[in-house]
């Protein structure tokens, strides 16, 4: 059974550091990119960094670039989220997911981890 759970989520000051963890299990997660997404409240899924299966290859957006780093120990089945000079408008559930297979059936989410950026 595939399952990507994350943590280091929590309450963090503006101008202050998180890291998230995507611990991952029941696939072989050497051979697959790996995603982190975040939706805010009431607000829609935003795409935040993508790193590719061996992780010599990372893409993030403009509103987290220079702040945020992708980062992933295969040996640990492991994908990171290391999140600096945090701002409010970084407060989201910031998840993790992977596609394994073509088409919808083979996308993985995480539960998700809440982020709240605020003084």
């Known amino acids: 059974e595939v399952q990507l759970v994350e943590s280091g989520g929590g309450l963090v000051q503006p101008g202050g550091s998180l890291r998230l963890s995507c611990a991952a299990s029941g696939f072989t997660f050497s051979s697959y990119d790996m995603t982190w997404v975040r939706q805010a409240p009431g607000k829609g899924l935003e795409w935040v960094s993508n790193?590719?299966?061996?992780?010599?290859?990372?893409t993030c957006a403009d509103s987290v670039k220079g702040r945020f780093t992708i980062s992933r120990d295969n040996a640990k089945n492991t994908v990171y989220l290391q999140m600096n000079s945090l701002k409010p408008e970084d407060t989201a559930v910031y998840y993790c997911?992977?596609?394994?297979?073509?088409?919808?059936?083979?996308?993985?989410w995480g539960q998700g981890t809440q982020v709240t950026v605020s003084s």
């Open positions: 790193i590719d299966s061996g992780g010599g290859s990372t």
């Open positions: 997911y992977t596609q394994i297979g073509h088409g919808e059936d083979w996308v993985y």
